[in-house]
């Protein structure tokens, strides 16, 4: 199951949590939420703005992982992490598909999470 995630339209200090969660999740849980494309993206981003973060987890974010496009080399995510990720992984199993919802439905507690 994947996420729809506009990229281009999220500051990249909100990228941080998203690339890690999404990392968790893959690389702990065996599970994920964005797709590769997505993903990707993410990294691509982070990677080209990076001089640009000002996030307290930024030092676990790794300037040739970005590159490679992996984030396999993350050791030890904060409990943060690891709470925010599980809520977004058990969120998305609960929400229909974006073309289903309506727009004006409610938010997830992890989009509150991120304000």
């Known amino acids: ?60 974010v790794d300037h040739e992982a970005l590159a490679a496009g992996t984030g396999y080399n993350i050791k030890e995510y904060p409990s943060m992490v690891i709470g925010a990720a599980t809520r977004w992984y058990k969120e998305r199993l609960q929400t229909p598909p974006l073309a289903a919802q309506s727009s004006n439905g409610p938010r997830s507690t992890l989009e509150s999470f991120f304000e």
């Open 1 to 60: 199951m994947s996420y729809s995630l506009d990229v281009q339209a999220i500051s990249c200090n909100r990228l941080v949590p998203y690339y890690l969660m999404s990392c968790y999740l893959y690389y702990e849980q065996d599970k994920h939420v964005l797709s590769d494309d997505q993903f990707d993206a993410v990294c691509k981003r982070l990677l080209s703005e990076f001089d640009l973060v000002d996030h307290p987890h930024k030092h676990l």
